[in-house]
């Protein structure tokens, strides 16, 4: 079938939207029409060619919410007609990570996915007769897109697709790492570094978690009027001190916050977020992705003495469990997306999306098919 697309010919060029051509699902496949999805940073990370699994010609996009359309052999767990998000983080129930109980990090189609093609290693999507790469198993800048079906989150269908669609990554990412990586508990302490999407779902999963003092911290004081909304306390703009970040941080706390979280993708900034959790037990989130080659590094003396570094993908969320749920959550307004709209368009558009992001002008941008 035909379908229109944003395509990503090469890194570092604008999208191109055009009339791509979609194969049917195969076994054990479902074809979806997206609905709305939003724009991650991470589409903007891949893009500039700094993703070491980046594959170009691709049909970006992970953040979406979507109808199932048509369902290959062997699929029972979703039908045409039902309201599904696609999942970045499978989740088969089978293999030994799903069965460890210990992690969402699923492996039943990652290898693939992590380079462009269905679990049977051919692609679904081609324009002009050459093939198309899809990317972290969604693709959802298509209108049609196909996803192994161990890769959909089946939800319910009154759920406004506009808003639902930044559950399948930048919400429930920051509020996953809360409860389920860093595990916040009353009254403690939390800095966020960086109050895009990521990190101001971050500030809003401290406020559930009823976190004490939550310090937000961009170089975009732009970003603190929505931050204050979600529930933090205290402000850092780090162009504002001459000094190491870290050190403002330790001041202002007395050893340290309880939990940081890097929701940026700057190794600098991983540090100084690990530098500023509280000596003896304060624990360090890495959220943000960084470029092909780029290292962490500290003292050992910070982990000597107590300091923990921990890293979150999805937010630990298994995504066919659990997030249906989330969305309930959100119908009930217990986790409050609209805030995060901050700007709709249609596909056409999408390249203002990626500029918006840039500029540091939107949290999320979403494209409504
Ligand atoms: P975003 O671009 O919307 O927000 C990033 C924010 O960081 C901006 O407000 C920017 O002003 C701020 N910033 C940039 N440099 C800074 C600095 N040196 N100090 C302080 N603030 C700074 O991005 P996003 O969509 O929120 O994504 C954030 C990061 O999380 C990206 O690296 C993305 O790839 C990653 N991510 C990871 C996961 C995961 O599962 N681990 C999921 C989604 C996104
Ligand atoms: N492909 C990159 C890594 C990218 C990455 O870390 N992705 C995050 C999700 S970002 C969503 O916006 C993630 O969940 N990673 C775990 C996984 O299995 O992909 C690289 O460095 O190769
Ligand atoms: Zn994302």
Redesign the pocket.
Known sequence: MKSRAAVAFGPGQPLKVVEIDVAPPRKGEVLVKITSTGV???DA?TLSGDDPEGLFPVVLGHEGAGVVVEVGEGVTSVKPGDHVIPLYTAECGECLFCKSGKTNLCVAVRATQGKGVMPDGTTRFSYEGQPLYHYMGCSTFSEYTVVAEVSLAKINPEANPEHVCLLG??VT?GIGAVHNTAKVQEGDSVAV???????LAVIQGARQAKAGRIIA????PA?FDLARQFGATDFIN?KDHQRPIQEVIVEMTGWGVDHSFE????V??MRAALESAHRGWGQSVV???AGAGQEISTRPFQLVTGRRWL?????GVKGRSQLPGMVEDAMRGEIDLAPFVTHTMGLESINEAFEL?HE?KS?RSVINY
């Open positions: 991650c940073h991470t990370f990554c930048g990412t570094f960086g109050l895009g999407g990521i990190g911290i961009d170089t975009n970003k780090p929701c940026i993708g700057n600098n900034v959220i943000g992705v890293g979150s993908a999805f937010g992001m540091g949290i």
